[in-house]
């Protein structure tokens, strides 16, 4: 019987160009060209990226670490070399003293701390940071490998996501302004006016079409609170939410929840202060907000709801701990993919979104002890809901799906297991929508005191702007006084005045500013070490400071000068006579065209009454909102590949059979199945995993059988490499022999497995040539080298046997297999 070859042999071999590498490594890459060249024709321009962190996965058995080290490295940047610890453990690296600072080598366990410390850190929370993958991790021939790039995208994947969160903030405070003349009525109105009742959170995972069922036998004594873009699916089964749930702040928001918009709006919204102002500035109910209303400090929003995130169903979790639920029950509230790969529950927008199998994802557990794939943004969903729930003594969560990821502090509890209590009247009076309407006064003062507080704050940031041009003058003064380095002190002990004088007088402005201008601040980090700093650095970092201050409180100044056009707007839309041209601009502008609707129903005297230009105008408003809704409600990808991302999926699945991840796979072979007739690699890709599958299941012969089904023309090394395994599985040894000598094409690391399998197939002399050919190759190859020579002692050719076990021995010296042969055959 032949054992298959271990993936990372010891065996090293010298290049005609005398260059040594890992044959296992790198196959036969740099035979025919040196390795300088190659990483020229790949790497030079890509290396020579300044300031940026460069995260090199793989070494090339050590030639690519070299060849960075032999040139100059780019200026402020940093490369890390992430290797598999077998491979580090053959390879001796020596980073120069000069080096040391700016270059490392590391294992993938190691790594992901490695790029939490600050000075590798600075690099992605300043999105300055590149991947490189070396050439034997690019061929994607090794499972090891598959691993180790998994890995470490991960790690980054990771650390990008907290950081990039940072980057996002402009979106919140833009929707946070632009919603101020809708934003009125604080949701901190229900707090706790549901003490000892029960809830349903509906999301639009999978799972919610498991209850619908149940949920609408139960309504009665349920208080229902739904994801946006669940609510046309939950008409369409004569559920109706009490409460409708909307975060998004992107724009996109209203195209994913054009469906709810259609509805009549009599369901109450509680929105987030940054939900997309399409959203907001349409809604024809009453809405309350969570959150702050104002970007800067509001006292009167202390103690609103929170808007927490990172998904809606986490805001509608604390909506509802807040209203005083007793019981919140979970429902289409999954956090990962069902077992069939479905992101969301049918009939939803997301829900024509196919699996996509060429990403990794990660893996949670469910509720029902199977593995489910879920994104990088329901992990932190996961942990999120994981550390509110924890504070919460007197609330009881439950999911009532099996097929959900498992929430510490959530249960799982079947629904016909719940006990519910009835909602009394004056209960779901206070979810009825006219409860929130206000007089046309109160708005009217509302706006008026959002315009005084826009205005001071404006005016605010015009005195906030003075100190940062002086600061910006004593920065230019101390860089021409270099030459006089005596007047610097003074001029620095200024501009520390002026920081103190920003951070005293106008600190929630300063930190409105850092917050929205995260991403032009954090220019202002260096990578270089503060001992290194000349004069001119600081004046540098100085200047690039306060032109941030400046330009961030330029463009804050001018979304409050929107904002308070917008809020006169509204005033404008209350008026007896409005300005019906300058309402159809701005609502033009916001692409808030569902405004003149709202405008009609608020004024229906007004719209009777108008000249016949504004009725035009208010029209072709209104036909511009409802255009929207004639497009096709899902997206339409027929045009594009069957299943995305085609290519990544072949590298998945190396992946999950490393690991022995038979749950994985089994999903890529359910996945992949309704499209194996119309596209030939999905069908490749298919019966590979499936062979997989079947293999890990025990069921050799079918495993076979089924890789075979793969026409060879579209086979590569991968296919080989299972058919071998399988055929010496089954000692189908001429069917192992005959793929043998097809795979040895891709690496010489088969070409001994192959000698062996021709020796025992009968065919010696074919076998000790290609035994030789491998040793010309690589002659201190010991475990080769011992084979030989048993082989040659049983062809009785015993004096080139024992010239084979000597050669081990001049190799290592102590080896017990070779003298033992010696000593066997009389050497």
Known sequence: MLNTPSEIAKTFAISQFNEGYLPSVNRHTFEKIDSVSLYDEKFKD????????????????????????????????????????????????DIPQALQDDLCVTSSERFSALIKERENNIYIVKQKFKIHRAIAVAGNYLESYCELNAQVETALDHEYFEQSIGFNQKVFVRAQLDNLAENLIPAKILKKKFVGKSCIVLGGGPSLDNSINWIRDNADNLVVIAASRVVGKLTKVNIKADIVVSVDPQSH?????????QLEHDALLINSYHVAPQIMGQWRGAALYTGQRLPWNNDSDEDNIKSVGP??????????????????????????????????????YGASLGPNIGVMLE?????????????????????????????????????????????????????????????????RQMLKPETYQISTQEKLKCLSDTLDALTTTQNKLLQLNVLVSEALVLNNKIEKSQKKPQAIPALADKIDKIEQSINKKFISLAH????????????FLSTKKKEEWSQQDVVNHTRIYYQAFKAISAEISALIASAVQRVDSRINEYQSISDVTALCKQWNNDKQWGRSVLWQAKQPQQYANLATIELEQIKKTQKKFYDQFIVKEFIDDTGESIVPFIDNAFKKLQILLHNKHLLGISKIVEYTFPFIATDSEVSRLYHLALSYQLMLEENT?????????IPRNLCHEAEFKQIIKLSLKLNLLELATEYLAKIIHYSDEYLPQYAHALRLSDKPQEALNIYLDYLNKYPEDILVLLKLGIFLAEMNQIDSAKSCFQNVLNLDVKNQAAMRYLQQIGG
């Open 46 to 93: 890509a290396f020579s990226a300044v300031d940026t962190l460069h995260v090199i996965i793989g070494l090339d058995s050590g030639l690519l670490a070299n060849y960075i080290m032999e040139r100059p490295l780019a200026k402020g940047s940093k490369y890390i070399f992430v290797e598999l610890p077998e491979v580090l453990a053959l390879l001796t690296i």
């Open 253 to 261: 928001s209203f195209d994913v929840n054009k469906e709810f918009m």
């Open 311 to 348: 998904t809606v169903t986490n805001s509608a979790i604390e909506i509802a701990t807040e209203m005083g639920f007793k019981q919140v029950l979970l429902c289409g509230v999954d956090f990962c993919h069902s077992q069939k790969g479905v992101t969301h529950t049918q009939g939803t």
């Open 363 to 427: 893996w949670v557990e469910t509720y029902s002890g199977e593995m489910a794939e879920t994104p990088i943004q329901l992990m932190h969903a996961i942990e999120s809901l994981q550390a509110s729930v924890a504070c919460q003594k007197n609330t009881t969560y439950i999911n009532l799906s099996q097929d959900a990821a498992k929430v510490k502090g959530v249960r799982y509890q079947a629904c016909h297991d719940i006990k519910l209590k009835p909602i009394t009247d004056k209960q």
């Open 512 to 523: 409105l500013i850092k917050f929205y201008g995260y991403y032009e601040f954090s220019h």
């Open 701 to 709: 012969e079918v495993a076979l059988d089924i890789i075979l089904k």
